[in-house]
């Protein structure tokens, strides 16, 4: 069964920045495409961003050049690292494995979740 653990969220201001960590247990994480999304307060979830097993990845338009996503396979970790942010990125972010797809119902596993704030 894989678990995963999300960490690294927080409130920053405008123009900050924050890094978030996945820690991934209970499989074989260097051969999953992994994803992050995120959750605003009485919105859908919407896709940040996707990283395929060999390294390929895959950007909203709203994060493209502010938002970087990465892996280290040795240490069965994802990554988000947030650049420049904007209230509009408030959100609970989530991780999530199985899939490179903008879908959320195409991947299989999902963390639970881990705030960030941003204040203007």
């Known amino acids: 069964q894989v678990q995963l653990v999300e960490s690294g969220g927080g409130l920053v201001q405008a123009g900050g920045y924050l890094r978030l960590v996945c820690a991934a247990s209970g499989g074989t994480f260097s051969t999953y495409d992994m994803g992050w999304f995120r959750q605003a307060p009485g919105k859908e979830r919407e896709f940040v961003a996707s990283?395929?097993?060999?390294?390929?990845?895959d950007y909203a338009d709203s994060v493209k050049g502010r938002f970087t996503i990465s892996r280290d396979n040795a240490k069965s970790s994802l990554y988000l690292e947030m650049y420049t942010l904007k209230a509009e990125d408030t959100a609970v972010y989530y991780c999530?494995?199985?899939?490179?797809?903008?879908?959320?119902?195409?991947?299989?596993?999902w963390g639970q979740g881990t705030q960030v704030t941003v204040s203007s």
């Open positions: 999530a494995e199985g899939s490179y797809s903008t879908d959320a119902r195409r991947y299989g596993y």
């Open positions: 990283i395929t097993w060999l390294g390929s990845t």
